[in-house]
């Protein structure tokens, strides 16, 4: 089939890819020329695993296309994919400027019958915006619109498109229906047809879902410290029940990211709006809030003063596998310790060149190195901000014999807390500080 794709970021582009390797013709379209420029040019703007070898090979093969224009784009596909950006309000409900925006596009280009397919995450109600919007400028112009909200995860977005868990397709068209069944049917997945609202408020209530996961074990962590109890073993002891899964148990700095907190946001407002308030969503967003003031508090107690003092930060993208640094609770960490004075020098494997570019004044107030090792030498303490693997891979009695003090502060619990005391290290990290050694 022939697929046009709307917004070619970290969802957009993969899509695009994805579906190009499973045999359609995609054409990725970006407002944005310097992205377009460097796809053109064969060059991949985002980190993601195995995505530059599919572009590569489908740009080869001719069924990866990339341009700016929205035009060719609309002509090209019989199903258009909306998949541009829905960022918070500062009231915390959705700006969708971005998806009217191409619904206005798509309506001034529009020549026959298209599939519109909105897969940026909004808030319930807005397919019925957008076939408003195009019938108020294209009234002669046949088209549907559908819902099929994308649940990949940053870090494994390939192999999460190509196995996903399911397809949830909202159409209130049989024609529309039919067209997107043909276009996933090379996937092995099962597939949920719902109308389009219900489709809308899956994706929020799923993300809202996963972020009380996290929220929930994150408030566990502080009663297991207070408790004397080991957190992880109270996740795998609460997971082992199939009801509740051992998934999103991990105790840590809490959930950030591009999609969590603005959309646990969105659905508090949206479920406001529709005047059924969720309490429960804010109750997790406070939680996932005072997750990281706690750690900060551990951090000041031991140092007492966190003015002039230099601390090393490991990681700086939201999670590992990913340069993606918008929302990351690694980077508010970072901000509020130079807030408090303390000279911070930071790295991570993939992160470093999206922070200077998302967060430069930031990045102006901090060193940022390479080498994980450079970055502890003359620390007075070790702060792990992300769990990438590279870093419980580092020689950590290298570490030890670099920092000032040997004290690190690992807020994903990424190292084991036996060990880090055998090895004459002062470790904190999270819900585990005070077990005993099963
Ligand atoms: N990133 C994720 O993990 C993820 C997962 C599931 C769903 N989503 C949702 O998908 C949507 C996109 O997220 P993303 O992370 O890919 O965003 P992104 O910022 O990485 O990419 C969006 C792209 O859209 C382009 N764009 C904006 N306006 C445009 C226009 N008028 N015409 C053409 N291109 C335009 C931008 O230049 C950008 O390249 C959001 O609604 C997000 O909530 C994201």
């Known amino acids: 089939m022939k697929l046009t794709i709307i917004g070619s970021g970290y969802v957009g582009l993969t899509t695009g890819a994805c579906f190009a390797k499973v045999g359609h013709h995609v054409m990725c379209v970006d407002s944005n020329p310097k992205k377009i420029e460097t796809l053109l040019a064969g060059q991949i703007p985002i980190y993601e695993p195995g995505l530059e070898e599919i572009v590569k090979q489908n740009t080869a093969s001719g069924r990866l296309k990339f341009t700016t224009s929205t035009e060719e784009g609309v002509d090209f596909g019989e199903i258009v994919f909306i998949a541009v950006p829905t960022p918070p309000n500062p009231d915390g ?5 971005y998806v009217e925006k191409v619904a206005r596009d798509i309506a001034a280009v529009i020549k026959g019958y298209k599939v519109i397919v909105d897969k940026s995450t909004v808030p319930v109600k807005t397919g019925e915006k957008v076939a408003d919007t195009i019938r108020r400028y294209a009234p002669s112009v046949e088209f549907d619109v559908v819902s099929n909200p994308e649940f990949l995860r940053e870090g494994s977005a390939v192999a999460d498109l190509l196995d996903p ?28 047809v719902t109308d389009i609202n219900s489709a809308e408020l899956i994706k929020h209530a799923a993300n809202s879902f996963l972020a009380l996961k996290i929220s929930y074990i994150n408030h566990l962590s502080a009663i297991c410290d207070a408790a004397g109890a080991d957190v992880e073993k109270v996740a795998e002891g609460m997971g082992m029940d ?3 899964g051992r998934a999103f148990l991990n105790a840590g700095l809490g959930y950030g990211g591009s999609c969590f907190p603005k959309d646990l946001a969105a659905f508090t407002t949206i479920s406001n709006q529709l005047g059924v308030p969720f309490h429960l969503l804010s109750e997790v967003h406070n939680i996932n809030t005072v997750q990281l003031q706690r ?17 090393a930060v490991w990681g700086l993208s939201f999670k590992p596998h990913t340069d993606d640094v918008r929302s990351s609770v690694a980077v508010e960490l970072v901000r509020q310790l130079v807030s408090e004075g303390a000279r911070v ?3 991570d494997p993939k992160g470093m060149e999206s922070f200077r570019e998302f967060e430069p004044e930031l990045a102006g107030k901090i060193a940022l190195v390479d080498d994980p090792l450079a970055a502890v030498e003359g620390a007075e303490a070790l702060v792990i901000a992300t769990e990438w693997p590279d870093f419980a891979e580092v020689d950590l009695n290298e570490v030890k014999k670099r920092l000032i003090a040997p004290l690190v502060f690992d807020g994903r619990n990424l190292l084991d807390p036996w060990t880090m005391k055998e090895l004459g290290f002062q470790y904190h990290c999270i819900g585990r500080n005070s077990a005993a050694r099963s």
């Open 93 to 97: 409900s959705v700006d969708l400027r």
């Open 165 to 192: 868990d399911r397809i949830v397709i909202g159409a209130n068209s049989p024609r529309a229906i039919a067209k997107m069944q043909e276009l996933y049917a090379p996937f092995v997945a099962p597939v949920l």
């Open 242 to 244: 199939k009801r509740i």
């Open 295 to 311: 750690f900060i508090k551990a951090i000041r107690d031991t140092l007492w003063v966190l003015q002039d003092k230099k601390l």
């Open 345 to 347: 020098t930071a790295t």
